[in-house]
């Protein structure tokens, strides 16, 4: 059974980091949207200041080298540390970084996985990675997100689909969706405790992943072909590769793809309302049909 030591220590830190002003909770309103019985959404609507980090003009200083310390809730020997998200609209959510520089937009490593599987151990609930701009990442330094969940909770509105989207992986959904085509799944399963072994088996599951989405490999390319999400849960694993990062006046980044949609200004909640949010999600994937990729996909940097 979980302690959620993590989760706890995170709770804690927020009240501690309120006072001071270190953290800035995001205020919405929220409206819920069903798409299908497999596929809800939860709509928030961004009703304070946009905060400096969504804005894209101008260069930005790196806030995790060195990261606030009032935003702290633990260092993870030897590389990557547990912090607060600054602007976090639901409290408790965190961030774990590399302690020292490393690439949003490189491969994940085994590092990486064995970190995770650290925290996920003790406070689980869903995990999701933005692997550059385009797929909606706001800082260049790694750093894979949380939000918690409570055991038997639903990790987000979408998990259904996701599920189905596992169960149904042989086959395609239709041929013609990009949103099924250019999602890949597979299921979370470990036999072990040991945490060396279950970073291996979810490192083994990501490489899995990128392949099949033509992403390539680390033993061949520096860095991935192209930009991705991730989400990772207890029951499976997602990867979404990216074609741009927004449409219809929205940033889309992971969250995205589990449920979880924020409107600024600029949003074009009319065009949202009238051809549904699973819309919005296909417009900024890349479809994938067997080997073959529908569109253009959007290049790493060199």
Known sequence: MRTETYWNRALEQS??????????????SLERLEESAESNFELRTLESRLPKHFKREG??????????????????????????????????????ITADWAAQDGWLDLSDWTALVRVD?????????????????????RHLQLLPRSTGERSCPRDLW????????????????????????????????????QAQSLYASYLSLSEHLGLGHPSQDQRPKSFYNLLLTPQWMAMVRRRREGAAGFS??????????????????????????????????????GNTVVGSPSKMSA
């Open 15 to 28: 009240e501690k980091a309120l006072k001071s002003g270190a953290l800035v909770p995001l205020s919405t």
């Open 59 to 96: 260069p930005k200083p790196n806030p995790f080298k060195p990261w606030d310390r009032d935003l702290e809730v633990a260092r993870l020997d030897p590389g990557h540390a547990v912090i607060l998200n600054k602007y976090p609209v639901q409290r408790g959510h965190m961030l774990l």
């Open 121 to 141: 151990q003790d406070t689980s609930g869903l995990w999701f990675f933005n692997s550059g701009p385009i797929a909606g990442a706001s800082q260049p330094h």
């Open 162 to 197: 996701f599920q189905k989207r596992l169960e149904s992986k042989e086959k395609s959904k239709t041929a013609s969706d990009p949103l099924w085509n250019g999602c890949s799944v597979v299921s979370r399963i470990s036999q072990s405790n040991d945490i060396s072994a």
């Open 252 to 289: 889309v980044n992971a969250l995205g793809f589990a449920g979880y949609l924020l409107a600024t200004t600029g949003a074009d909640l009319h065009w949202l309302r009238a051809q549904g949010p699973e819309a919005l999600l296909r417009e900024v994937v890349l479809e994938i049909r």
